[in-house]
């Protein structure tokens, strides 16, 4: 099957600084990401749609000036999280669609996640 | 609008009993229906899905979910539990015209040996 990763898989930051964790799909193309956020013994919750070559969709109640959503190629999504704060800790999944298998939207793929702890 | 509801944030079963994890949607429009396992620290696995046809599904590991549009139901089982199945059960919808994912609050699977 499709695979997607993410890197790093964890990361330790200070307050104030800014992190990137960036999304790949490995074996196709991807022109649609999505990046979630997963607080513990919580469900997901979309934070933004990432499209290959415009900006960044985002939800409801998601900062777009403070979590940076690009999608320069058709493979790669990264998202910046600026001047992290504690309360940004969380677990950052990213999917992306396969729009080669000929299949509708349900070819998604999540990538294992990130874990972001902000000291 | 599409939203999830899982009945149960924490399921215990016994090795070999049967398991049903609950899940009902809402939705406007003709759903896409899914159930993931995440496992700790790890991203998500596809379970199964339902797009449209048989409304009865197998996935991997031995479950299988079953789409009751009058009940706005896609309850999620497998009849004899096994140890490696103790992980976050996730389901969620999605729509035709749109391609987000909305994800239930999750239930917890304990296996009892």
């Known amino acids: 099957g499709a695979v997607v990763s993410q890197h790093p898989s964890r990361v330790i930051c200070k307050s104030g600084t800014s992190v990137k964790i960036e999304c790949r799909s490995l074996d196709f193309q991807a022109t649609t990401m999505f990046w979630y956020r997963q607080f513990p013994k919580q469900s997901l919750m979309l934070m933004a749609t990432s499209n290959e070559g415009s900006k960044a969709t985002y939800e409801q109640g998601v900062e777009k000036d403070k979590f940076l959503i690009n999608h320069a190629s058709l493979t790669l999504s990264t998202l910046t999280v600026t001047s992290a704060h504690p309360e940004d800790s969380s677990f950052y999944i990213c999917?992306?669609?396969?729009?080669?298998?000929?299949?509708?939207?349900?070819?998604?793929?999540f990538g294992p996640g990130t874990r972001l702890l902000v000291l | 609008a599409q939203s999830v509801t899982q009945l149960g944030s924490h399921v215990s079963v016994s090795e070999g009993a049967l398991v049903l994890l609950r899940c009902n949607y809402s939705s406007s429009v003709p759903p896409y229906l899914f159930w993931y396992v995440q496992y700790p620290n790890q991203g998500l696995q596809l379970l199964l899905k339902y797009t449209t046809g048989a409304t009865l599904v197998k996935g991997i590991n031995g479950f299988e979910a079953e789409f009751k549009k009058s009940e706005t139901s896609f309850h999620l089982t497998k009849p004899s539990a096994h140890m490696s199945d103790a992980a976050e059960y996730f389901c969620a919808v999605s729509v035709e015209t749109g391609n987000q994912f909305y994800f239930g609050t999750g239930t917890s699977l304990t296996v009892i040996p």
């Open positions: 999917s992306a669609r396969n729009y080669a298998s000929g299949g509708p939207q349900e070819t998604q793929y």
